[in-house]
């Protein structure tokens, strides 16, 4: 079986947020969950995308999921970017891709610049009052905090401003022990002129992932976070980890569409079978 690794959210290699991306090329059901497992841990990368056809005439053409190196997550933009990119790029695929995930059917449409436009949910936003520890362990005082609870589970710290974002260092041991998926932080682009509206970065020890270097399922609901504070349905993201990416986001009812570009770094045969 081939194996990619594919960095997603950039037109550059080693740029991005870099996914396993196996593909099985029967349709049916997926190998036992541990072995799924087993080789997202091998991968260790943020989140390995498994995927197999189905049969024509239903309401998605592929099963996918996504594994961290500790664990199944519900939702995962990258991954999802990684694998639309390689159905495409190895003309396994054409036009519009429809998946079957854990959060409900997702569709990818790939572009004539190369480009990958995903429609997922959006994810809703409910005011919360964070405990002070978990403050205490951002490193941060917030100017709100909310609840995403459907699809990602995560809290959304609002920060002051774009340096605060950037200079996070928080203490990813207390962070792990909250019940939360992870924390996203943002605040709005100190320079709008410099090509993105707001930034952010993303932390998941939970799922053994410390800093995700671009983690497109936060924006299910940065992107609506960020449209009502700006009045503007499509906006620009840039998550600010080392490896830095862009996001297009554009809102369309409860719907968030995602766009971004991938590029395969690695490809390799899986030499242990299920």
């Not at 079986?1 to 396993?20: L, W």
């Not at 390995?48 to 961290?68: E, K, Q, V, Y």
């Not at 609840?147 to 340096?163: N, Q, R």
Request: aromatic share 8%.
């Amino acid at each position: 079986m081939r194996i990619r690794i594919v960095d997603a959210f950039t037109d550059r290699p080693f740029g991005g947020n870099p996914a396993g991306v196996l593909l099985f090329p029967d349709a049916g059901s997926f190998p036992d969950d541990d072995w799924l497992q087993r080789v997202a841990a091998e991968v260790n990368l943020s989140e390995t995308a498994f995927a197999h056809p189905l049969p024509p005439g239903g309401d998605a053409d592929w099963a996918l999921r996504w594994f961290t190196p500790a664990a199944e997550v519900d939702m995962c933009g990258h991954a999802t970017l990684a694998t639309a990119h390689v159905l495409h790029s190895t003309g396994t695929a054409t036009g519009t891709v429809r998946f079957a995930a854990r959060c409900g059917i997702l569709s990818a449409t790939a572009h004539e610049d190369g480009s990958i436009t995903m429609d997922f949910p959006v994810s809703s936003l409910t005011p919360f009052e964070v405990p002070a520890a978990v403050t205490e362990a951002l490193g941060a005082t917030p100017l709100s905090v909310h609840d995403t609870s459907d699809h990602i589970g995560d809290l959304l710290f609002e920060l002051p401003d774009e340096a605060t974002v950037r200079g996070l260092d928080p203490d990813l041991r207390a962070l792990a022990g909250s019940s939360r998926r992870g924390i996203i932080a943002t605040a709005p682009a100190e320079d709008p002129g410099r090509g993105y509206d707001f930034v952010s970065r993303c932390f998941f020890p939970v799922f053994g992932i410390d800093e995700d270097p671009v983690t497109g399922s936060a924006h299910t609901a940065l992107a609506p976070f960020w449209s009502a504070r700006l009045g503007r349905d499509e906006l620009t993201g840039l998550q600010g980890s080392a490896r830095t990416g862009l996001v297009r986001t554009a809102l369309r009812g409860d719907r968030v569409l995602l766009t971004g570009s991938a590029v395969t770094v690695i490809e390799g045969e899986l030499l242990t079978k299920p």
